[in-house]
């Protein structure tokens, strides 16, 4: 355990490195790139004067590596800096952003991992028959497609046609938002606030971005569990486990699930820098007011300290994801040791 | 009279693969004694461990059991439904692996995987009885009660050996299949297990199967000796006729084979020839291209088992 709580410490320690090579690089392509938030607030058109005047006033007239100073001397004092479009701190549209990501992102994971995980395992027991070639044929075409055009389908077939489901936002225009919010997670707010009406609401809302993101995931999570599976059910303990009269389903998804879901746990820290991706995408599709649809405007704004502020998040969010993963193998598999 | 626990009758085992079938075990019929000890012996390939695990009905699909019958206690295992195999896997027949590095589930505890054995066979019986029954058998294998809260990693390999043979005889099986079960042993846990199964053979009242390629282990443990050579039985005799006496030429070769440190041999006796293709066998019998006395007869025509001086042999120098 002390072991443990020393890697956790020395991980931590780690993410400062990758953290200040990151921002170094979004800064220098940020500032490469055609446009600038002078420009894109004031438009082509703007004379010179207060063009310059508006540069100065942001400290965009001095040379990058002085800005770059700058900012880095802002950071270690823990502060993103303020926004160089709207009158506020970057943390402020951050901090309101971010509970709508996560609770999107969360969801989009927990059903990539119990659908594509399930499925997987199984594919692999009923190996070579019709559901199998069924499941993998599945598995195929989810991962093809891409995660925008899978949520424009499901609008279109159980919000249009069908008419079951809400298309956009976290929640119905005609609940009021103000009467429960709190730490800005709405699922853990109406709950905490015991209005049962409104957390229904909300996790209405919550399904059709999360399955169009857990879809679209769960087609290489089947592969992987599928692979994985066959590989363990072909070890010797599982025959073993078969020959002292341990029921097959039990065989199945408690000793051969656990042992081959060690690789997949790997691959979830993994793939979860790309199920953030997806979630900017899903953000704009569903029109959810989460972190991925701040950063898409504030891109068009040239707005760097946001969209440098969002990265960083953004960051913090995979290591801190990756560390979880660490801290569950060390759980579940007993021959790890840190 | 010898009561017949287990009988096999004309046991063809095929695994279909992509250029044939397999006919990894053909024609195998023999008879298995309440109480005895009977070795399964042959080179690697010719079907004893296939014939093993159909003991439990377990071959690896695609291969099947494609004739025969395998009658345990006069009942067929092969008619029976997938949950009556499954009650009697474990609680009637029990089987240990070759490798006890790798045939304990690495992410379950000791106790819970003897816990899960007893539960899913006799679901009555209370937790804390069911503790009471590891720590019995960990004694009688001399394991300290303790360890059973360690993981498999946490184990030496001859202690896991023990655990397995302890897993397997937790629900006290009328019969216990060991499938080269000292092959991954150094000689010193080896010489342990063997006294370690011949006490236990006598405490629990077992019949055993030993399935190995390890004459020596054959000589010290089993009554009767069944030879199996590319799929067939080659002759079936009790231990001292095998080894004091050989018959069937296949025999005489694997005996031949063994180095004896008193004979000052120079060098080591060994076989010509390979064991044969199994999808394209040898039209006569499967080890005329190998026998030092093959005849005409013996290219043309297989050999049936028949019995021959009161034991069991394949071959057609013993013919009239």
């Known amino acids: 355990m002390k072991n443990l709580l020393r890697y956790i410490i020395t991980r931590i320690f780690l993410t400062i490195p990758m953290l200040f090579f990151l921002l170094t690089l979004v800064f220098i392509i940020l500032r490469i790139m055609p446009g600038d938030p002078v420009s894109a607030m004031l438009g082509a058109h703007a004379p010179e004067s207060v063009i310059e005047q508006k540069k100065e006033e942001l400290g965009l007239n001095k040379p990058i590596g002085a800005q770059y100073i700058d900012y880095l001397n802002q950071l270690i004092h823990f502060d993103l800096g303020d926004s160089m479009i709207f009158k506020q701190k970057v943390i402020v549209p951050i901090k309101e952003k971010l509970p709508a990501t996560v609770e999107l992102t969360v969801f989009g994971m927990l059903f990539t991992l119990v659908f ?26 989810v991962y093809c497609i891409p995660v925008y055009w899978m949520g424009l389908m499901l609008q279109l077939v159980f919000g249009v046609w069908l008419g079951w489901l809400p298309i956009s936002g976290r929640v119905s225009p005609r609940i009021l938002v103000s009467t429960f919010e709190n730490t800005g997670f709405y699922t853990i707010d ?54 002292r009269g341990i029921p097959e389903r039990r065989v199945v998804y408690k000793h051969a699930l656990k042992n081959a879901f060690i690789p997949i746990l790997t691959m979830m820290g993994l793939q979860f820098a790309l199920l953030l991706a997806g979630a900017i995408l ?37 290591s801190l994801v990756s560390l979880l993963v660490d801290i ?7 021959r790890v040791k840190y | ?80 439904s997938e949950g009556e195999v499954r009650r009697l896997r474990g609680q009637d027949i029990a089987m240990v692996f070759q490798n006890p590095l790798t045939s304990l589930d690495p992410l379950f505890k000791i106790r819970d995987q ?32 303790k360890r059973m809260n360690e993981y498999p990693h946490q184990l030496s390999g001859g202690m896991r050996q023990r655990i397995m043979i302890g897993l397997g005889l937790i629900m006290d099986p009328d019969i216990l299949i060991a499938d080269e079960p000292t092959t991954s042993l150094d000689v010193i846990v080896e010489a342990g297990f063997i006294d370690l199964l011949n006490r236990l053979r006598k405490k629990f009242n ?44 296949y025999t005489k070769g694997l005996i031949n084979c063994i180095p004896n440190i008193e004979l000052e041999q120079e060098k080591l006796v060994t076989m010509p020839g390979n064991p044969p293709d199994l999808v394209n066998p040898p039209r006569g019998c499967r080890f005329e291209p190998r026998c030092p006395v093959a005849m005409e007869i013996c290219r043309e025509k297989t050999p049936d088992l028949i019995d021959y001086e009161g034991r069991k042999i394949a071959c057609w120098l013993y013919r009239g």
């Open chain 1, 328 to 334: 569950i193998y060390a759980i579940i598999d007993p």
């Open chain 2, 206 to 249: 077992l019949t055993i199967v030993l399935i190995t390629h390890n004459l020596g282990l054959v000589a010290e443990i089993a009554d009767r000796v069944v030879v199996m050579y590319g799929g067939r039985v080659m002759e079936i005799a009790s231990s001292e006729d095998i080894f004091g006496n050989p018959l069937h030429p």
């Open chain 2, 114 to 145: 003897f816990l899960e054995t007893i539960k899913y066979h006799r679901g009555d019986i209370p937790r804390d009885e069911a503790i009471k029954m590891i720590e019995d058998i960990l004694e009688k294998l001399g394991i300290e009660r």
């Open chain 1, 190 to 243: 109406t709950l905490l606030s015991g209005d049962l009406h409104a957390f229904i609401d909300v996790m209405i809302h919550l399904i059709l971005p999360s399955v169009t993101l857990g879809i679209v995931l769960s087609g290489i999570f089947v592969r992987l569990t599928r692979a994985n599976m066959l590989d363990v059910l072909r070890s010797e303990y599982i025959l073993a486990a078969r020959a």
């Open chain 2, 1 to 80: 009279m010898k009561e017949t626990i287990l009988e096999l009758k004309n046991v063809h085992i095929h695994y279909p693969i992509s250029i044939g079938t397999v006919r990894a075990v053909e024609d195998v019929s023999f008879s298995l004694y309440k109480g005895e000890a009977l070795g399964l012996v042959g080179e690697s390939g010719c079907g004893k461990s296939t014939l093993g695990l159909s003991f439990l009905k377990l071959i690896r699909p695609p291969g099947r059991v494609e004739k025969g019958e395998i009658l345990y206690k006069g009942r067929d295992l092969l008619k029976m």
């Open chain 1, 282 to 318: 899903t953000e704009m599709t569903f029109s959810w007011p989460g972190m991925g649809r701040l950063l898409m405007e504030r891109i068009y704004l040239r707005d760097y300290p946001t969209i440098q502020g969002v990265i960083v998040v953004f960051a913090l969010f995979v």
């Open chain 1, 116 to 141: 594509g995980v399930f499925l997987g395992a199984y594919a692999a027991s009923k190996r070579r028959t019709g559901r199998d070639f069924s499941i993998r044929l599945y598995a195929n075409v």
